[in-house]
């Protein structure tokens, strides 16, 4: 069993950057598949990124590729979310998940959540 808490969301402005945090609990924890989704009003989740226990990292487009970075540290039961050069199109709850096995993007196929942490972007 898996308990994930999200912290380190806020309301920021464009260009801002924020870094979100993703505490697990439980032995499991080092060894799942860590992702990051986000929902916005009225849309469906969507995937942003995930990490392998040993750091094999997948991004969902090329834009958070490059302005997103997503990290782990095991020792720590945590992982991360470092977001860079926010747009308000960025505004979203930020959800942490984990799952046993390699890395999937489809929501449904992840085990555990968080509650998720609010990201709000003024422009």
């Known amino acids: 069993q898996v308990h994930l808490v999200e912290s380190g969301g806020g309301l920021v402005q464009a260009g801002d950057s924020l870094k979100l945090s993703c505490q697990g609990s439980?032995?499991?924890?080092?060894?799942?598949?860590v992702a990051w989704f986000r929902q916005a009003p009225g849309k469906e989740r969507e995937f942003v990124a995930a990490i392998t226990w040993n750091d094999e990292r997948t991004y969902n487009t090329d834009s958070m590729k490059g302005r997103f970075t997503i990290s782990r540290d095991n020792a720590k039961n945590a992982a991360y979310l470092q977001m860079d050069n926010l747009n308000p199109e960025d505004t979203a709850i930020y959800l942490c998940?984990?799952?046993?096995?390699?890395?999937?993007?489809?929501?449904?196929?992840?085990?555990?959540w968080g509650q998720g942490t609010q990201v709000t972007v003024s422009s």
């Open positions: 998940a984990a799952r046993a096995g390699r890395i999937l993007t489809t929501a449904s196929l992840y085990n555990y």
């Open positions: 439980g032995r499991a924890f080092p060894t799942y598949t």
